[in-house]
């Protein structure tokens, strides 16, 4: 049995802050709350907190500069809370180490879901057999970014090191859109200069590996127009 994990919620706006305290409690959480980025990173060292829910616009500093200064000296699950699905972007691309990232208005539901999975795949929360304890799961694809290993059903897949990083992206952010450029830049480099056919053809290979029918892709899904997402598995 796991003891009462607690959770650092960094908010400055009291409609939200209400609404978790009250929703996570619920949920069996102890909740502990920072109004601004200042306040956040004198709790998180008091508090030492289970997960962190970091909300983009803070006051004093912002949640993008917390999460960095946290990132600096721990691994703890950090999930952005952002106010407009285009900030998403923004913390993909910036690379901040957040764990995951949801969009306001969320729903206490998808959040739990969400926290719930992060605390899975921290290095305390056990229950990856011998992978790694900062490998992303999801579904029955299991990705291992420190021992660049990939299972998928059960059977390690080799992938090549661009396949690998593509697939590591998709997984990290399941559920979300990627879009196209996000993508490329991300593996392939902002001073990429190839064919964007490159990507399709790479999200091309993964799927013939982690597809049921690669033909029909339910995992690695096209959104047109704009990119792909890996989607989660339905519970
Ligand atoms: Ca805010």
Redesign the pocket.
């Given at each position: 049995m796991t003891s009462t994990q607690t959770i650092l919620v960094v908010?400055?706006?009291d409609s939200?802050v209400d609404a978790m305290q009250v929703g996570l409690k619920r949920e069996g959480f102890r909740v502990e709350v920072a109004r601004d980025g200042v306040e956040a990173l004198e709790m998180f060292d008091s508090v030492q907190p289970d997960l962190i829910l970091l909300?983009?616009?803070?006051?004093r500093i912002s949640?993008i500069e917390v999460c960095r200064q946290i990132r600096k000296k721990s691994t703890v699950p950090i999930i952005m809370?952002t106010?407009k699905a285009s900030e998403i972007d923004t913390v993909v691309g910036l690379e901040v180490g957040a764990d995951d990232y949801v969009s306001k208005p969320y729903r206490l539901r998808e959040l739990v879901a969400r926290m719930r999975a992060v605390l899975r795949r921290a290095p305390d929360g056990g229950g990856s057999g011998d992978l790694h304890p900062d490998s992303i799961i999801v579904g029955d694809v299991a990705l291992d970014p420190e021992e660049h290993r990939v299972v998928i059903r059960g059977d390690a897949a080799a992938l090549p090191l661009k396949e690998f990083e593509l697939l590591h992206l998709l997984l990290a952010n399941a559920g979300r859109v990627l879009p196209r450029d996000t993508l490329i830049d991300r593996v392939w480099g902002t001073d990429y200069v190839g064919d964007t056919k490159t990507l399709d053809v790479h999200i091309k290979r993964l799927r013939s590996k982690v597809e049921d029918d690669p033909a029909q892709p339910t995992r690695i899904v096209t959104i047109r127009g704009l990119g792909y997402k890996y989607e989660r598995p339905r519970s």
């Open positions: 908010e400055d706006e939200f909300d983009v616009m803070l006051p949640g809370v106010a």
